[in-house]
C-alpha cells in the first residue's frame, strides 16, 4: 500500500537525505501528512493507483480551501513517491503521470521605487532587524532563508557568500551595495553570536515566524499593498534583469533552472537594437535621413565591417549563429613592385 511504502520506504529517505535542509523536510513532511490522511490513495496498492484517485485527492485539498500552489507542492510530493517507487523496482509496471495544476500564482509582484522607500521607511520606525534583513533581500536578491541564516564569517571581502541553499547553484558570491555593507557594520560592532540575525529559536537564528508581525505593522505603516518578503527578492533580480545578460543574472539568483531566470528576462524593441549594432561592429539599423536626403545608395557606405585594404583573410565566417567578416589585425602598407617568381606555385 502506498502508506506502507511511505512509512517503510520514502519517509526514511527523505529523513535522511535532507537531514540538514529543515525548509526542505517540512515541504516533504506536510506533503506526506496529507497523502497518508487521504484514505483512497494511502490505503491504494501502488500499481492500483489511477488518474482518478489522483482526481480525488486534489478535489478533497480544493475543499480544505487549500491554494492552487499548496496543492501542487503536496502533487510533487506524490510525484517524487511514484517515481523512486519504479525506479526502486516497488512495481512492475508504469504509475500515473502526475500533472501539475494550471493558473499557480507565481511571485511576479514587484515593488516601485516609491513603494519600497515607504516600507523602508516604516520598517525603520518598527525595528533596524527588519530594516536590516529587508535590505539584504531588496539589495542582494538573497532567498529568505538565506538570509535568516547567514554567519558572519559569510560576510567578507565586499560580499555575500552563500555557501549552500535549494540546489548545488545556489552556491555563489553576491557583492553588497554600500547600504548593506553600512548596516552589517554598525551590526557586526556588537555581534555576540556566529549568526548575523540571531534569535532564540530551536536554529539559533531568526525565522519566517519572527518577522511576520513587523512586516505587518510595517505594510499598515507604510499603506503599501500586501506582498510577502519574498517580493523583495523578485524586484531585486526584476530591476537587475535589464543591466546584465542571463547567464550572470542565473548565477546571482542562484537558479538551477534556466526557464525560471527567463521569466524575469523581458528583452525590448529598443535592447535588441542596442545589442545588434552592438554584434555588428556599431553599424546603425537603417540609415540617417542625410544620407537619404542626399541619395547616398545603401551599398555605397562604407561599413564598419568592410574588409578592403586589409592584410589577411577577409571573407566572412559564421560565429555564433552571425555572419561577420574575419578581418585582419594591420592595414595593408604600400609595397615596391618586384619581380614576380615564376616559380612560385599558388
Same mark, same amino acid.
Given at each position: 500500500?502506498?502508506?506502507? &511504502? ?31 490522511? &487521504? ?21 478533497? !485539498? ?53 513603494? *519600497? ?27 529568505? $532563508? ?21 540546489? $548545488? ?28 540575525? %540571531? ?25 503599501? *499593498? ?5 517580493? &523583495? ?5 526584476? !530591476? ?17 533552472? &534556466? ?31 542625410? $544620407? ?20 589577411? !583573410? ?19 602598407? %604600400? ?12
Amino acid at each position: 500500500m502506498l502508506r506502507e &511504502f511511505i512509512d517503510n520506504d520514502f519517509a526514511p529517505f527523505v529523513e535522511s537525505r535532507f537531514a540538514s535542509k529543515a525548509k526542505t523536510l517540512e515541504y516533504y513532511r506536510i506533503g506526506l501528512k496529507n497523502l497518508r490522511e &487521504f484514505e483512497p490513495l494511502a490505503s491504494s496498492l501502488l500499481d492500483a493507483i489511477t488518474g482518478d484517485k489522483i482526481a480525488a485527492f486534489i478535489a478533497k !485539498r480544493r475543499q480544505a480551501g487549500l491554494a492552487i500552489a499548496g496543492i501542487n507542492r503536496q502533487l510533487e510530493v506524490l510525484r517524487r513517491m511514484l517515481k523512486l517507487a519504479v525506479e526502486w523496482g516497488k512495481v512492475e509496471k508504469l504509475l500515473p503521470k502526475v500533472e501539475m495544476l494550471s493558473g499557480e500564482n507565481h511571485r511576479e509582484r514587484v515593488l516601485s521605487p516609491d513603494e *519600497e522607500n515607504r516600507y523602508l521607511a516604516a520598517a525603520s520606525a518598527q525595528s533596524y532587524l527588519l530594516r536590516d534583513v529587508t535590505t539584504i533581500l531588496l539589495d542582494c536578491a538573497l532567498r529568505p $532563508e538565506e538570509c535568516f541564516r547567514m554567519r558572519w564569517e559569510d560576510v567578507r571581502d565586499g560580499a555575500l557568500h552563500i555557501l549552500y541553499g535549494k540546489t $548545488e547553484n545556489a552556491r555563489r558570491t553576491i557583492p553588497m551595495t554600500q547600504r548593506v555593507a553600512a548596516q552589517l557594520d554598525m551590526r557586526q560592532t556588537d555581534a555576540a553570536s556566529e549568526w548575523v540575525f %540571531p534569535a532564540p529559536t530551536a536554529t539559533g537564528h531568526i525565522e519566517k515566524s519572527t518577522l511576520k508581525k513587523q512586516h505587518k505593522k510595517a505594510l499598515a505603516a507604510s499603506k503599501v *499593498e500586501p506582498f510577502t518578503l519574498y517580493t &523583495f527578492r523578485h524586484t531585486c533580480l526584476t !530591476r537587475w534583469a535589464a543591466f546584465m545578460d542571463p547567464y550572470t543574472l542565473a548565477y546571482l539568483a542562484g537558479h538551477s533552472d &534556466f526557464s525560471t531566470t527567463r521569466r524575469y528576462v523581458h528583452p525590448q524593441a529598443d535592447t535588441i537594437k542596442a545589442a545588434i549594432e552592438k554584434a555588428r561592429g556599431g553599424h546603425r539599423i537603417g540609415h540617417s535621413e542625410s $544620407e537619404t536626403a542626399e541619395g547616398t545608395k545603401p551599398s555605397a557606405v562604407k561599413s564598419p565591417n568592410n574588409c578592403d585594404g586589409m592584410i589577411g !583573410r577577409g571573407e566572412r565566417i559564421r560565429t555564433s549563429g552571425l555572419l561577420v567578416p574575419n578581418q585582419a589585425l594591420y592595414q595593408a602598407e %604600400p609595397r615596391p613592385d618586384r619581380p614576380v617568381d615564376s616559380h612560385r606555385h599558388l
